[in-house]
C-alpha cells in the first residue's frame, strides 16, 4: 500500500513537466513565456507610475528653472515581444558650473536694420509711445549642484551678480498737446549680489523645488519723475518734477574720494544691509503627456535695509496764462511772475542718511508642459504669470511665453521660445551640449519693449554657461 501511495505521489508531481513537454512538442503557445497580444483598438498606456518605485526609474523629464533635474540612463518601451531601448545621458551627480553668464539689452526705437544704413531713417512718431531702454546683467562666477539620482539634491551659487534696470521717458512728453496728470517715469535699477541654495526632492509624482538666497544690494534706485501736461482758455500749464534716490551701502567713496578707503568698514556696512528672499516651484504629471507646475520667485523674508543715499531733486514749470504776453513784447525790462516761470538750478548731489526697505521682484509663474509622444524628445510649455517690479514706472506686469524644446537623448537639447518677460518681448534659441563629463549651454536672443521692433534687432542677449562633472 505504501509503495501505490509513494506512485501516485510522483505522478502527480511530473504532470506539470509532462504537460509542459507535450505544449513544446506540439507548438501550443506557452503563455507565461510569451507576452499577451496587444489589443489593436486601444493603444498600450505608457507605464508613467504604477508605484513610488517605478515613478523614480523612469525617465526624467526636461530641466526646470530651479533645478536641473536628472533623467535615468535608459528609457524601455515595451512593443509586442520584445523591449525598445532608448539609451539617455545621465545628467551628473556632482556638478561644477563656471561663468554662467546672461547679458541682454534692448530699446524700443532704433532697430539695427535702421541704423546700419548709408541713409538712416528715423521716424519721431515712434517715440509717441515713449521711450524705452532696458538692460540686464547677471553672473554667477561658481556653482556646485548635487543630484541623488533624482529623487533629491542640492546646490550652492556663490557670489551671483544680478545687474538690471531700465530708461524709461513717457509718450506724453513727445506729444506736446497730450495732456498728462502726474505721468511717472525715470530710471530704475539695481544691483544685487547674492549667495543662493537650491535644492529639490520628490514626494511621490510631486517634484518640489527650493532655493534660498541671502542678497545684498549694492545699488539700487527707482524711477521719480512726474510730468504734468494741462491746456485751458488762457494757456497751458506743463511741469516736470523730479527726485532721484540712489542708495547703497558705498557711498561713502563717492562723497569723500579723497579720503581712504577703509574696506573692513565698507565690507561691514554691506553685510550689514543683508536681506533673506526664496523661491519655490512644484511640478506635478497630471498625465504621462501633460505636466502642470508653478513658480513663485523671490518671495521676501526679511528686506534689505540701506541707510545711506544720494539725492538729486528739483523742478521745471511753465504757466502761460500767468503771463501778459503784450505786456513782454511792449517792454524790455519785464520780468516774468514768480508762479509763471521755475526751474531749478542746482544739481550738486546731495548725500543723506534715512533707511530703505529693499525687495528684490516677484514673479509667479504657471506652466502646462506637453510632451505629444509621451517622451521627453519633444515638448510644448505655455507660461502665464505676473510680476511685481518697482523698478519700474508701472509696478504690475504680465508674464506670458511659449517654448518649444527638442531633445535629443539628453545629449543635444534645443529650445525655441518667444516670451514676454520683465516688460520685454524676447524670441530666443539656446543650445545644450551635453557629454557627461562637459557640457556647453549658449543661446542667443533678440528683443525689445515693443512686439514689432523685437523682429528687427532693437535688441539682443546672450547666454553661456561652461558644466563639468560626472
Known amino acids: 500500500m505504501k509503495k501505490l501511495l509513494a506512485i501516485y505521489v510522483l505522478f502527480i508531481c511530473a504532470l506539470p513537466i509532462i504537460a509542459q513537454e507535450d505544449l513544446a512538442g506540439t507548438g501550443e503557445p506557452v503563455w507565461e513565456e510569451q507576452a499577451w497580444p496587444v489589443d489593436p483598438f486601444w493603444p498600450e498606456e505608457p507605464a508613467l507610475a504604477e508605484d513610488d518605485q517605478a515613478w523614480a526609474d523612469n ?23 520584445g523591449d525598445k531601448q532608448i539609451v539617455r545621458v545621465r545628467n551628473r551627480g556632482f556638478e561644477l558650473v ?26 519721431i512718431s515712434d517715440l509717441y509711445n515713449g521711450f524705452k531702454i532696458d538692460f540686464g546683467v547677471q553672473l554667477t562666477p561658481m556653482a556646485f549642484n548635487i543630484d541623488v539620482k533624482d529623487h533629491w539634491g542640492f546646490g550652492m551659487e556663490l557670489a ?8 524709461g521717458i513717457t509718450g506724453s512728453l513727445f506729444q506736446i498737446t497730450k495732456e498728462a496728470d502726474k505721468e511717472k517715469f525715470g530710471v530704475g535699477g539695481a544691483v544685487f549680489v547674492d549667495i543662493g541654495v537650491p535644492a ?12 534660498t538666497a541671502y542678497f545684498i544690494p549694492l545699488i539700487y534706485t527707482e524711477p521719480n519723475i512726474e510730468y504734468t501736461y494741462k491746456e485751458n482758455s488762457d494757456g497751458i500749464y506743463v ?68 541707510k545711506k543715499y544720494m539725492q538729486i531733486k528739483g523742478q521745471f514749470f511753465l504757466d502761460s496764462s500767468k503771463i501778459n504776453f503784450i505786456d513782454m513784447i511792449g517792454s524790455e525790462n519785464y520780468e516774468l511772475p514768480e508762479d509763471a516761470f521755475g526751474a531749478s538750478d542746482n544739481f550738486e548731489p546731495l548725500y543723506k542718511t534715512g533707511e530703505k526697505f529693499i525687495l528684490r521682484p516677484f514673479t509667479f509663474l504657471t506652466y502646462a508642459t506637453y510632451y505629444p509622444f509621451s517622451t ?21 506686469g504680465i508674464e506670458v511665453g511659449a517654448n518649444f524644446c527638442l531633445d535629443l537623448a539628453n545629449i543635444f537639447v534645443t529650445t525655441v521660445g518667444m516670451n514676454y518677460r520683465n516688460r520685454v518681448w524676447r524670441h530666443s534659441i539656446d543650445f545644450i551640449l551635453n557629454f557627461r563629463a562637459f557640457e556647453l549651454d549658449l543661446g542667443v536672443s533678440v528683443e525689445s519693449p ?16 561652461l558644466k563639468f562633472g560626472w
Open 98 to 123: 563656471y561663468l554662467d553668464t546672461h547679458v541682454n539689452v534692448s530699446n524700443n526705437f532704433l532697430a539695427a536694420n535702421e541704423i546700419f544704413k548709408e541713409t538712416a531713417v528715423i521716424d
Open 450 to 465: 515693443d512686439f514689432g521692433k523685437s523682429f528687427q534687432g532693437a535688441g539682443a542677449g546672450v547666454n553661456l554657461a
Open 239 to 306: 511741469k516736470a518734477k523730479y527726485d532721484l534716490k540712489i542708495y547703497s551701502p558705498m557711498l561713502d567713496m563717492l562723497e569723500n574720494p579723497d579720503k581712504p578707503t577703509d574696506v573692513n568698514s565698507l565690507v561691514k556696512e554691506a553685510t550689514s544691509s543683508f536681506g533673506l528672499d526664496f523661491s519655490a516651484g512644484a511640478e506635478y504629471p497630471l498625465f504621462s503627456w501633460l505636466h502642470v507646475g508653478s513658480e513663485l520667485i523671490n518671495i521676501p523674508l526679511k528686506p534689505a535695509v540701506v
Open 376 to 396: 521627453p524628445l519633444i515638448s510644448l510649455k505655455g507660461v502665464l504669470g505676473f510680476s511685481i517690479n518697482p523698478l519700474y514706472a508701472q509696478v504690475f
Open 200 to 211: 529639490f526632492f520628490r514626494v511621490k509624482k510631486l517634484k518640489v523645488n527650493l532655493r
Open 59 to 81: 525617465p526624467a523629464w526636461p530641466a526646470e528653472p530651479l533645478l536641473p533635474e536628472e533623467p535615468t540612463l535608459t528609457e524601455k518601451t515595451k512593443k509586442g515581444k
Open 160 to 167: 551671483k551678480v544680478s545687474a538690471f534696470g531700465n530708461v
